[in-house]
């Protein structure tokens, strides 16, 4: 039978722990010496030279196009007589300052860097799909008799690298700059972004941009937009009209760029006709900026430029109208947005969507720049026939009869699209909780009185009816009977 073993003494647990933080603050650098791992030994057998010895051709790219010149250069090695074997790099963990020629020179003088890992990054390239992309890789490359290596490097997080990096080693220089231009035609007519709905999302805490999102197209129809006879017709025309005959306004010289401002109260539907128009127009790239990240014009105007036809959307254009541009020798932010508008060509077929809840906070900066907006078009709250088209559109399938409708109408005027969805939502749940079949009138006319009770003004106003109109509608209450 063994000896059970001792327990270690103090003196010897400190001793290991010791060792322990030694061996985590000073690896071990055999990797370093180990020649399968060594960094400057593979790239000179590859390359046939020292690898300091030759000269480096750089370009850069937005951060969000990390997708793009990934699947750029796969589609560039697939050609025949190129081949290329990937490896990754091993080291600092904070290389985004050095150049590859540092790389190069650390790796073969100090033993810095030593092969390892690929290092990859899941990125969005649909709303519902991701994909690995390189994100630090050296491409050993060879095409026919020219030998090459090509560094990729993603931005990286916080305080690095806010750009994507391509860097090319090369005996010569032609043909690196041959490679990067055959990048760059790739990335244009193979991008991802390319008939997509995105958005850009501002970054508070460091320069350049933040999330960078996708969307699902919408899916709306004539009979899903409620706005008085007429207007949509004069709406579609200006966006989907142009697209469609562009090339007789190009024929007839006339100018495909074009700007629409949709102004008027909250909840009256702003958003939604824009979405109605991006449901019509499938082959367009849809760039969408709201707020505080319409700073971002320029990168979506030249996204926009790219992928023409584009359509920028500007969401809540009053909340920049006074706002300053720091970074354009503090102009206020909303001549920025009407320069990027005016710096796109009149071939471009481009059209700019603005909205906003105070056109008078927008007009001085409109009127000072004139044609960057051809068309201002007030979306207005609902009449009775719009408040009773949005009751039977919310409530489509309650079977509600035409004395509620009446009714329903009669006591909301001065209301929004946005109110009569909540009213309908809230009676629908008002008949779950007595566990009902079905939505009845009685159940209707309860979340109405609710909606319209005093204790629900500020929901009222949440919903987009405003000062005058909120306290006339509240007047029409008759209490919380049912």
């Known amino acids: 039978m063994s000896e ?4 270690l003494d103090l003196d010897r647990v400190s001793e290991l722990f010791y060792e322990f933080l030694t061996a985590v603050a000073h690896p071990s650098r055999t990797d370093a010496h180990d020649p399968a791992r060594n960094l400057g030994n593979r790239l000179r057998a590859h390359l046939g030279t020292t690898p300091t010895d030759r000269p480096v051709v750089k370009a850069a790219y937005a951060p969000y196009d990390l997708p793009n010149v990934h699947l750029a250069l796969e589609r560039w090695f697939a050609q025949p007589g190129r081949t290329h074997d990937l490896i990754g790099l091993r080291g600092s963990q904070h290389h985004g300052d050095l150049t590859l020629g540092d790389i190069l020179e650390a790796a073969d003088r100090y033993d810095r860097f030593t092969i390892g890992a690929v290092a990859y990054a899941s990125l969005p390239v649909s709303a519902d799909e991701e994909l690995a992309c390189v994100s630090c890789g050296f491409y050993l490359g060879t095409d026919h008799d020219d030998r090459f290596a090509v560094l990729l490097r993603g931005p990286q997080d916080e305080y690095g690298r806010n750009k994507v990096e391509l860097e090319v080693l090369t005996a010569d220089t032609d043909f690196a700059d041959r490679l990067l231009a055959d990048i760059d035609r790739l990335i244009r007519e193979h991008n991802i972004f390319r008939g997509q709905v995105l958005s850009f999302e501002g970054s508070e805490f460091r320069h350049g941009l933040g999330p960078f999102r996708f969307h699902p197209r919408p899916a709306l129809t004539r009979d899903d937009i409620v706005l008085p006879t007429g207007l949509l017709d004069r709406v579609e025309r200006q966006v989907v009209g142009v697209a469609r005959r562009r090339d007789r306004l190009r024929a007839a010289g006339q100018h495909l760029r074009r700007g629409l401002l949709l102004y008027g109260p909250p909840g009256t539907g702003k958003t939604h006709t824009i979405r109605y128009l991006l449901s ?11 707020g505080t990240s319409i700073s971002a014009i320029g990168p979506a105007c030249a996204l926009a430029r790219m992928l023409q036809p584009a359509l920028v959307v500007l969401e809540d254009c009053d909340l920049i109208a006074e706002a300053r541009d720091y970074a354009n020798g503090d102009q206020p932010l909303l001549f920025q947005v009407l320069n990027e ?3 796109l060509g009149d071939d471009a077929d481009v059209a700019f969507l603005l909205t906003t809840n105070r056109a008078d906070l927008l007009e001085p900066a409109l009127v000072q720049r004139p ?3 051809d068309l201002a078009v007030e979306i207005p709250l609902p009449d009775a026939d719009g408040r009773a088209r949005l009751l039977d559109l919310y409530g489509a399938g309650l079977g509600l ?3 509620i409708t009446g009714e329903v109408v009669a006591r909301t005027d001065g209301t929004t699209a946005s109110f009569t969805k909540e009213l309908v939502r809230r009676a629908v749940l008002l008949a779950a909780e007595r566990d009902a079949d079905r939505t009845h009138p009685s159940d209707l006319r309860a979340a109405l009185d609710e909606l319209l009770s005093d204790r629900d003004h500020l929901t009222r106003r949440l919903l987009g009816v405003r000062g005058k109109e909120a306290e006339e509608v509240r007047g029409t209450s008759t209490g919380d009977s049912v």
């Open 4 to 7: 059970p073993e001792q327990p």
């Open 280 to 290: 019509h127009l499938p082959e367009f790239t849809v760039v969408v900026l709201a």
């Open 341 to 343: 508008m005016d710096g």
């Open 371 to 373: 044609g960057r907006v």
């Open 401 to 403: 009869g035409e004395d």
